[in-house]
């Protein structure tokens, strides 16, 4: 059983930066693939980053790619998203999310744990 919490989420001004940490609980945190998604309200939750359990493989939605960076630390069962040139389309509720099948997380549909999620809004 893995919890996530996410925190950091905030009001931000477009051009603007923010960083989501999502901290988890349990001894066998380091051996899950971690997630982020979002989801803008209207809309269907979607794919944004994920990790590789070691950290060493990353890959991004083409939405962000250049802009967020996903990191993990495992000794602090924490993974962080730093997001930069934030865009009115990146507002949305951020979710933290752990799989413990796949070397990374890209679909919904795979998911083992969710966090509650942190809300980012960017302002034009």
């Known amino acids: 059983q893995v919890q996530l919490v996410e925190s950091g989420g905030g009001l931000v001004q477009a051009g603007g930066s923010l960083r989501l940490s999502c901290a988890g609980s349990?001894?066998?945190?380091?051996?899950?693939?971690m997630g982020w998604f979002r989801q803008a309200a209207g809309k269907e939750r979607e794919f944004v980053a994920s990790i590789n359990w070691s950290g060493s493989s990353i890959i991004y939605a083409d939405s962000v790619k250049d802009r967020f960076t996903m990191s993990r630390d495992n000794a602090a069962n924490t993974v962080y998203l730093q997001m930069n040139s934030l865009k009115s389309e990146d507002t949305a509720v951020y979710y933290c999310?752990?799989?413990?099948?796949?070397?990374?997380?890209?679909?919904?549909?795979?998911?083992?744990?969710w966090g509650k999620g942190t809300l980012v809004t960017v302002s034009s």
């Open positions: 999310a752990a799989d413990r099948t796949f070397l990374h997380i890209r679909a919904v549909a795979t998911v083992d744990y």
């Open positions: 349990g001894r066998t945190f380091s051996s899950y693939a």
